[in-house]
Nanobody, 120 residues
């Protein structure tokens, strides 16, 4: 059973960088052909896909967030991470790390989500 767990600060100040880590258990992040995503949900809004790092370390980002987003991984810890720079209150959301099967937005395992609030 694959499990994903987000971790990171729950409060970030405007203009700073939001950093979250997802720890994966029950499966390796380097296993073909899985891909590892970050998705967020602002209060009262729908889910927003932010970006993905694939098993081969290829990354793809949402065009609307690309200039501010970076996803990386640490295979020794079986973790992948999100960095979102220059945050504003509009970046307040529940952030999820999610696995997809590699078939294109076929999400099969989700973390429980972590609330991040951007406020001074």
């Amino acid at each position: 059973q694959v499990q994903l767990q987000e971790s990171g600060p729950g409060l970030v100040k405007p203009s700073q960088t939001l950093s979250l880590t997802c720890t994966v258990s029950g499966g390796s992040i380097t296993t073909s052909y899985y891909a590892w995503n970050w998705i967020r949900q602002p209060p009262g809004k729908g889910l927003e896909w932010m970006g993905v790092i694939a098993y081969d370390e290829t990354t793809t980002y949402s065009p609307s967030l690309k200039s501010r987003t970076s996803i990386s991984r640490d295979t020794s810890k079986n973790q992948f991470s999100l960095q979102l720079s220059s945050v504003t209150p509009d970046d307040t959301a529940v952030y999820y790390c999610v696995r997809d099967t590699g078939s294109g937005y076929d999400f099969d395992y989700w973390g429980q989500g972590t609330q991040v609030t951007v406020s001074s």
